[in-house]
């Protein structure tokens, strides 16, 4: 069952109830939504979940069951309405929230290459509006004969740029033992395609206290998709970013099929914030805006797109990497379909930003007394 | 090879040229673009194939060899740039075109089921902004005990409402020996996606005088989509709509996966207009809108979308039907959209309208020494 | 619901039995099995079908529900065990029977050619052990531009041979205006994967006095396959064999990939015979071998296989053709594989067989007052 | 290049041809295939690949390009003909070997449970013929609410009633942090089809002297398969069993799709053994039979197959676990067809074996200097 208190119940009551469910063999999370907390109740033997016994709780605003299979990343866990979405905030800049009304824009290149690379891609796509950086330090490869990336140097290199420009550093993490290392240097931690049901990898990331962008496996359903969110909400980090990045269908005109269609599904299921990675679905760098565009417009949060200063000597998926012009001109066009959709572009970052300060698991687990 | 003629060539000249090229053992085919005329010459053997003995030729502006296996489809037969687009008039209207500036909106029920349901829905739609209905009247069903459509007494049911609404008509014709009785009731003769590869339908539709909507098949790839267009345009019926309804994955979250990156692969691929079904696509009235709209933005030149004036009696795919408050709703942002993409939605149909009056195959075939 | 007479019971019986539920307002089918027969009750509205009211009839052994969306087709018809398998007979010979203890072995050319090619390799088939010969006249090619099949000459072609070789003819039928003139040559009509959802050929094959062979649309579910078979079957014609081609997926190593697990799928759904075409499924010889024996192993009723007296100069899908030594090399091993099913190959045909005679749809239909 | 040396050369000859290919640029790996050694140049700079400047070396038979992209699973590192498989030793038992003449049946509960529970299924395999035992002690649940398997405690019981009854034992791994720990208990670590591609899973793998057993990700093409494959061995562990468990389809008849195909293509491009999972494929214990004959037919070298004493009393996946009756019958059709295809079944355990002794990493590498 989910409970919702009523407004401005004190963190110290929210303590008390918790620990009377729990006393009745119900495992608890509790995630703060506006001036409410809801409390989802999880893995209860059957009798336990007697709402009855609870009703006459005078803190407690509603009891309701759960309606879907995952929990804390479904509808059933927001009071929102239907079209309600957690913002999720992945930098110190005022507007570097995924999920709020300006969509974001997450650029850069397939792979950190070296700091003159990354630092012109960086400048290029700050300047033309993004509100974050990627870039792939920890690559994962198809052939170990291909180029791995630059490793821990590469995330140095993620850390440096983001002091110069300000822009927020999303880049994936491979491996449970690596995830305080990436998390040092990264404001968001990505789960690649191929790894949304390593579920070593989700677990340590539930442990940490920074937002995870959870791409969807090329071959996972929508729900596989959602449930792999709850892996790492019921560890009680639950900063998750969904990702549509295309499945595998037998159509081999583009790389993989943009199912644009999980958009509208996603929002109707989940109160996740929602983006698309037009770059990886596609393929096809000449492909990318038009599907940026359509993605704008069924609803997504924001893009993590491709992008390389010199395309053309990139080292990884080079035939789908925008160009600094292809990406302005992409940009031009996503704010006119933000404004057809109601809402607008995310403000880039400032000029000036604090450095990341990485906060370690312990401290993370103590500030979330109450996940917010 | 295709022949691209100097602007202003007449058709006297034309057909010289091209009995020329027949008698050095080519096939050809010629379509007018704007002043020019392109001749595609097909099946041509090897030798007769030197562009070299044709360049000296006065009315001649330019010879190239194909670059795609389907020919009359691909973009190599257009004169136009990379973006332009052969229009296509289905209607006496004004604005009945797809494949212009304006965006094309065909709505109606999945079945037409009676003559007060068909006008309901159809003045419907019109008063929301379709520029035309459709309709089913034979059906093609997964299952022989599922309703069938009402035949004959449908398509009449369509005509009469044609002519009080001025609405032209779009429907699917399902056998090769019913496209004289479909063809007299229809502006636009539509070919389901169970039936984009029947050739044997294909070719019959190639001879006719009226514009085909052929639906993507829901295994058949992008390329095999223009081999289908490729067989009724080599029987001289250059009027093809493509239209993409969704590919079949393993996700079960919709009905079908909309392949939203047909549309700007399509559009790279031919000049023939392309439009988008998100009925069939989603399976889900709910859905509908968002993909409507990304069809949109990702470059589509229409729309084609199930509306029941009462869905809940719908006697097929009940699901997916529009109500006409929830299809008014998808224009008003179609509209915004549109505009986002510097284009508008079509006008609808106006006041008045002549009935159509069917083309029989020998007249066709007589107007069109020369294809439009 | 579905009556099974106790046996013996006479037909004058069973068409009175027929003519009283058809007077409640049920389509009747009747089926016969061995001593007894099946009628199928179909489309009843609700209230007609109270099977208490029929309990009484001596006739009647007795009454079950259906219990599946298709009928006919479905093992809900057959009063056989769970793996009795209603034998179709495809040819004169003693054993051209498909769904008995032989294993039956289609075989011969992708097209045909010419009567030189076509005799070479059916005579090489036969003597390896084949059971029929495959060839296709009316071709449905991807492209336009490609090898359409030699039309009517072809199915002449097919005939001579058939007389010549005692080999039963299998080929594909295209168009509904076709297949009379195709049912003068074939003992056996063959759907191809694209037209399996094309209801009118269905229909119209329902009409016939002859097998058909209906293949799997490549992105058709097996239920959509019986549905197909439910199609015919529901007009009169219940000689139905199904066959396994391979369906599309994102695997590029084989042209489709083969559903093995189709053939134990099919046969708990239903008792029409289910064969497997292992050729187009690869579209590469030298894995068809393998697929073979592992239908075989699987369950299947019989084999179709592309062979070729000169594969190299086929004109039709090249890589795929078995040369005759790879055939027989094939066969050798499937007789050992069908020898571990319990099984055994069919023995090809005779030295000399009567030639084809067509029964017409009239005479077909007096033919049938009881399927058999 | 692949470099393969005459027969019988010395270790010291071999260490000394492997360092001057290194002092060139080369990466090297060494594989003993029977009294020959094939040296695997691997990453070399374009130049250094001369293998003009190889041919004089006494010690060297033949220098050979790589023909495929990958390069120690391929083909082309295996001296032996097309279908050489290379045997893998997964137990002391003398046929515990996958890729030998014997078919090796490998069968157990998805899910250790207790120790009543994995005794009674694992005498009750050994009972019908198994040669070895599988059981998930870490389980990768879609759901975080599902039962996640026993964990350590899980371990040790395998490590238990792999004592009593003799059979190696299967387990999978999920995390890098685990692998010690599972190597102390298991014989094979088998790696899940969701983590086909996590590389550093595959990384620490490749470390270890342990069999890995390889499951093919359900949307991963073959090619994926073998670059995985590549990826524990370019890292010094040769002993990688192939597994095919079923790719993700549009049909939902089966669990899975099983790619029977990939069996023969497997077979052609690599010298690695192959077996197949039917129980996970079809999802349901009915058809599993049929798939493992199929299996067997079309060349697999093995097969893993969930069994359960008490299926209805299964915590996960239910449907699918063969009961021990089933399982039998299942075991007696296998070895049929393995008689069918020129093998036998391998023989099941004898009656006493030694406990396993993990070999450390340190040591493994010391024992490996090449690779055997």
């Given amino acids: 069952m989910v409970i919702t208190t009523r407004p401005g119940v004190a963190d110290q009551q929210i303590d008390a109830l918790r620990e009377r469910l729990e006393r009745c063999g119900m495992r608890t999370l509790a995630v703060r939504r506006g001036s409410r907390v809801v409390v989802g109740c999880l893995d209860a033997p059957g009798a336990a979940e007697d709402s009855g016994d609870w009703q006459q709780d005078v803190n407690i605003e509603s009891i309701m069951a759960w309606t879907r299979p995952y929990r804390l990343a479904s509808r059933d866990a927001s009071p929102g309405g239907a079209h309600d979405t957690t913002p999720i905030r992945i930098g110190s800049a005022r507007d570097a929230v995924v999920g709020g009304n300006g969509i974001v824009v997450i650029a850069g290149p397939c792979s950190v290459e070296g700091l003159e690379q990354l630092r012109a891609t960086a400048h290029g796509v700050r300047n033309a509006g993004a509100t974050a950086l990627r870039g792939g330090a920890l690559k994962p490869r198809t052939s170990p004969y291909a180029f791995q990336g630059l490793g821990a140097e590469g995330l140095e290199l993620l850390s440096l740029v983001r002091q110069e420009t300000g822009l927020p550093v999303v880049t994936e993490v491979l491996d449970t033992r690596q995830v305080d290392l990436v998390a040092e240097h990264a404001d968001v931690l990505q789960v690649g395609a191929r790894n949304m049901q390593n579920y070593a990898l989700l677990a340590e990331l539930g442990r940490i206290g920074r937002p995870v962008l959870l791409k969807r496996g090329f071959a996972a359903t929508i729900t596989e998709l959602l449930f792999a969110a709850e892996h790492i909400m019921t560890r009680g980090n639950h900063d998750v970013i969904l990702c549509e990045r295309g499945v595998r269908t037998f159509e081999s005109a583009t790389r993989f099929t943009l199912d644009i269609s999980a958009i509208p599904v996603l929002k109707r299921e989940t109160h996740l914030p929602v983006i698309v990675d037009p770059s990886h679905a596609a393929g096809d760098a000449e492909l990318v805006p038009a599907l940026a565009w359509a993605a704008i417009a069924a609803g997504a949060d924001g893009l993590i797109v491709e992008v390389h200063a010199r395309p053309e000597q990139s080292r990884s998926d080079r035939e789908q990497q925008l160009s600094l012009p292809a990406f302005s001109a992409m940009m031009r066009g996503a704010t006119t379909f933000a404004a057809a959709a109601g809402r607008r572009l995310a403000r880039g970052a ?22 917010s």
């Fill in 350 to 371: 400032p000029a000036i930003v604090e450095p990341p300060l990485y906060v370690s698991r312990q401290a993370a687990l103590r500030r979330r007394p109450v996940a």
